[in-house]
């Protein structure tokens, strides 16, 4: 079955400090892969994404994430977060073909920060 | 642009009763998809909604349905309210294709 593993479930971070949140999916294929932020009471804003080519992706908010084929993992990455960057981050994986509609997302990482 | 909205965006309906949820994609986007989310299940797909007809349909009872209409607005309809139905209710849409989903803010169903 397809799955998406977020195995980190709070993560806190001073300010300044770099930051990386982890995703593993399971897939029969490579599938198209997001990464999604949620701040409280509110909607998903999508902060990147990879359909194919460059294994590394830039996002916004400074934010990048690199495919590993090999590891089936999509991991997330920030040099120096802000204080601004608490929320929740969910990573998602969607079909390739007809099923695109349908994202399967990890149970989300929530990023606490210290100041 | 303007963005995905959602109306209402907060509200409280009693156990067995049905509610109605409302969504306007973005302009000129035509694919519409519904998602759950609660603390204990995390985000689910319940449905997607392209040129009026449903297009997938994730695992949720008879009693989650949904429409979209000629302008590419949708609404998703819930009968026989459950006390597990409380949740906030995303609607996100796209361009047909293989193209990043856009968020709503959500409705927050409490059910009591």
């Known amino acids: 079955a397809q799955s998406v593993t977020q195995p980190d479930i709070h993560i806190t971070v001073s300010e300044g400090a770099s930051l990386e949140l982890r995703c593993n999916y399971s897939?029969?294929?490579?599938?198209?892969l997001f990464w999604y932020v949620q701040s409280p009471g509110q909607g998903l804003q999508l902060l990147l994404k990879y359909f194919s080519g460059d294994t590394l992706v830039q996002g916004i908010k400074g934010f990048e994430a690199e495919f590993k084929r090999s590891q089936s993992s999509f991991n997330l990455r920030k040099p120096s977060v802000h204080w601004s960057d608490a929320a929740e981050y969910f990573c998602a994986v969607g079909a390739r073909g007809g099923s695109q509609g349908n994202l399967i997302f990890g149970k989300g990482t929530k990023l606490s920060v210290k100041p | 642009k303007a963005g995905v909205t959602q109306t209402p965006r907060y509200l409280i309906k009693t156990r067995g009763q049905q509610v109605t949820l409302s969504c306007s994609p973005i302009s000129g986007h035509r694919s519409v998809s519904w998602y759950q989310q609660t603390p204990g299940q995390g985000l689910q797909f319940l449905f997607e909604?392209?040129?009026?007809?449903?297009?997938n349909k994730g695992n949720f009872p008879g009693r989650f349905s949904g429409r979209q209409f000629s302008n590419s607005r949708s609404e998703m309809n819930v009968s026989t309210l459950e006390l597990g139905d409380s949740a906030l209710y995303l609607c996100?849409?796209?361009?047909?294709?293989?193209?990043?989903?856009?968020f709503g803010p959500g409705t927050r169903l409490t059910v009591t």
């Open positions: 909604y392209f040129s009026e007809t449903q297009r």
């Open positions: 897939y029969g294929a490579t599938p198209y």
């Open positions: 996100a849409s796209r361009t047909d294709g293989p193209y990043e989903q856009y």
